[in-house]
């Protein structure tokens, strides 16, 4: 299986470059497993424009190789790469479930609901052997804490048992993200991903199961996947889901080298034209980090996209049922249930 990046650039933060990473061929590159003990697990998110306070990450890499994530720049901090070490270099933070139960337990802690996943995918791969995500969320649920988790992978149906429960006491919202139902391009795309169709039996299930789902189109890629902003935000609505939000793509720092690599490998009768509308999303630049203007873009293509949305809202999700309110009240302090808890 083909992964994304197709080569690594040079690490901002680093002077020296690694040649012999030249002569590795990228679908070939092997999975380096890195355990770490992290500091700390629940971190504030800095960011006027995202709904949460909190997020929370228990692997740094992904294996899934999207190849406009916004986590690649942060792999950087690590000492790695943005590109195909993103891929192949996963950190597996070994005291996650530890260091959650510790914060939870702090009699300073005030119960929000915590974003799992907000920069890597939590049902990454590897977590099929770690099983931190699933760890996780039975803390959460036994201190009766929120949680809002966002993937793109079948691996969430594996605890369909824990998100019930958590449901049953308001205590999950799930995003899945569907970037395209074209598989050839979502091959390319997102190569190490549950297809679109399986994306959306996900939504099904979890739907039954009486769990809260809506869906993310993100991002969407002027020239490559944006026309499917309508298709999709259908074919999740007809699958169960009570709500829809989406991205326009933004390439900070390395990701338009890399993006732009993988572009005109793959697409180079319009590579050129698709940066030219990314570009003319973000008032020029290929990148944007200005809060308020980042995620939905600028501009004339970036309003024409917007009202697309809001049509697509009006259309199909108007008499969707909505996410329901978390329930903050059932907090149980160091996990342990109160005297005047309700079941």
């Known amino acids: 299986m083909r992964r994304g990046a197709r080569h690594n650039p040079p690490n901002r933060f680093d002077p020296l470059a690694y040649a012999y990473e030249a002569a590795l061929a990228p679908d070939s590159a092997p999975i380096q497993v890195i355990r770490v003990k992290a500091r700390r697990i629940v971190n504030v998110i800095d960011s006027p424009d995202l709904p949460l306070v909190y997020s929370m990450n228990p692997y740094a890499g992904c294996e899934h190789g999207c190849i406009y994530c916004y986590a690649r720049n942060s792999h950087e901090y690590w000492g790695f790469s943005a590109g195909i070490d993103f891929e192949t270099?996963?950190?597996?933070?070994?005291?996650?479930?530890?260091?959650?139960?510790?914060?939870?337990?702090d009699p300073k802690w005030r119960p929000?609901?915590?974003?799992?996943?907000?920069?890597?995918?939590?049902?990454?791969?590897?977590?099929r052997d770690f099983r931190l995500t699933r760890q996780i969320l039975e803390v959460l649920l036994e201190f009766r804490h929120p949680v809002c988790i966002i993937t793109k992978s079948a691996l969430i149906l594996r605890d369909i048992d824990i998100l019930s429960e958590l449901s049953r006491l308001n205590l999950v919202h799930v995003y899945i993200s569907v970037t395209t139902l074209r598989e050839t391009l979502r091959q390319r795309l997102e190569p190490r991903t549950a297809t679109g169709a399986r994306r959306l039996e996900v939504i099904q299930r979890l739907t039954a199961a009486g769990v809260p789902v809506g869906v993310m189109v993100a991002p969407l890629i002027p020239g490559l996947n944006a026309d499917e902003l309508l298709p999709i935000m259908a074919a999740a609505r007809a699958a169960g889901a009570r709500t829809a939000a989406y991205t326009i793509v933004r390439l900070n720092g390395a990701i338009?080298?890399?993006f732009a690599t993988w572009l005109r490998t793959y697409f180079p009768d319009r590579a050129e034209k698709v940066l030219r509308q990314i570009a003319a999303c973000h008032g020029g630049q290929l990148g944007d980090s200005q809060w308020g203007r980042r995620l939905q873009g600028s501009g004339p293509l970036a309003?024409?996209?917007?009202?697309?949305?809001?049509a697509g809202l009006a259309r199909y999700y108007s008499t969707a049922p909505p996410m329901p309110a978390y329930d903050l009240?059932?907090?149980?302090?160091?996990?342990?249930?109160?005297?005047?808890?309700t079941p």
Request: charged fraction near 20%; glycine fraction near 6%; aromatic fraction near 8%.
């Open 89 to 105: 270099k996963i950190l597996v933070k070994e005291n996650a479930v530890l260091l959650l139960r510790a914060q939870l337990s």
């Open 329 to 341: 009240s059932r907090f149980r302090r160091g996990g342990q249930p109160s005297l005047f808890e």
């Open 256 to 258: 338009a080298e890399i």
């Open 112 to 127: 929000q609901p915590i974003m799992l996943a907000g920069n890597t995918d939590c049902y990454q791969p590897l977590e």
């Open 303 to 310: 309003e024409a996209i917007q009202q697309t949305f809001q």
